[in-house]
């Protein structure tokens, strides 16, 4: 017998609930925020909206299904099944820290803020949720297929990301590095600048952006669904060891860039979530490219 499909409900803690952890009752938060200039009726406002949009979308969920839920902070502790229907209630970057730990399972973003959102990920509403999750089990349901990041390790690590992946120092230092790219015999450049950044063309509405902006950079940036990426480094230093000739570039599918470790310790994290990050050593190798694995989007 087949298992009936898993609603997974992914949410975050609140600001006001972050609040409330913080100083203990609704009251002192008040007066700190009071403090601050700021008042805490829009804060519980938006943390109301955000429970009862759990709420509705939990009560949607079809009574034969199985359900849980997880919060933003549990994701890397989470076991995903192949049967799941994942649910994002939340903002858009919120389906981005999602995506990483899933493996085709279709989604459905909830916007439990409309108007403060952008709506670009969560595209729906809480009182659509029933359709929603009906329409998500079935076969063939409509789903744009979201263009993935992946990294790869010489040590057989891996890590996804729907916006972006960033290599390089974990606090405000210098990494250094050589970077190529990935084909037999080409030539790798030894840097040293502040990271590397890979970015989808879900991630051209943010980080990679502002990049290729600043860089006033020719390339075209690619569309969600585009199997391309763009890749720019951050602040390179030239000096009489390190070069500035490959600061920027686009990758097809089927194409890589390979960057090798030359400091003692390098970071690679996706779409923000440093907690969760790679960890490279001197000498070790990381190949990045785009994922054979996208984000099935409900549109």
């Known amino acids: ?10 949410h975050r803690t609140t600001e006001y609930e972050e609040l409330l952890a ?20 829009e804060v519980a406002r938006r943390h109301g909206r955000t429970r009862q949009a759990l ?9 034969q299904w199985r359900q849980s839920r997880v919060e933003r902070a549990d994701l890397d502790r989470f076991l995903f099944g192949p049967e799941d229907v994942v649910v994002v209630v939340g ?27 952008p709506g670009i990920l969560v595209r729906h509403r809480a009182r659509d949720a029933a359709a929603l999750l009906r329409a998500a089990a079935s076969p063939g349901c409509a789903a744009d297929e979201l263009t993935m990041v992946e990294a790869v390790a010489d040590d057989t690590q891996r890590l996804l990301a729907l916006n972006e992946i960033y290599l390089g120092p974990p606090g405000h230092q210098t990494a250094r590095y050589r970077l190529g790219p990935d084909v037999p015999g ?16 879900t991630g051209a ?3 990679i952006r502002s990049l290729w902006q600043e860089r006033r950079s020719g390339l075209p940036l690619p569309a969600p669904t585009d199997p391309r990426l763009l890749w ?26 390979r960057l090798t470790a030359e ?36 549109v």
């Open 1 to 10: 017998m087949s298992l009936a499909p898993r609603a997974v409900l992914v």
């Open 22 to 41: 913080r100083h203990g009752t609704h009251g002192q938060a008040a007066f700190f925020l009071s403090s601050r200039g700021r008042s805490i009726d």
């Open 263 to 298: 400091s003692d310790r390098l970071v690679v994290f996706g779409d923000g979530m440093e907690s969760d990050a790679l960890e490279l050593t001197w000498g070790q190798t990381v190949r990045l490219a785009v994922s054979a694995t996208s984000l099935r989007l409900t």
């Open 55 to 63: 709420a509705d979308v939990a009560a949607a969920v079809p009574l």
């Open 186 to 201: 080409a030539a790798a450049e030894a840097q040293a600048s502040s990271g590397v950044l890979v970015g989808t063309g």
């Open 91 to 117: 903002q858009d970057g919120l389906v981005a820290n999602t995506a990483k730990y899933l493996s085709g399972q279709p989604v459905v973003g909830i916007d439990t803020d409309p108007g403060r959102n």
């Open 232 to 257: 720019f480094v951050r602040e390179a230093w030239p000096s009489p060891a390190t070069g500035t000739s490959l600061v920027a570039g686009e990758l097809a599918s089927g194409q890589g860039l």
């Open 205 to 207: 509405t943010g980080w």
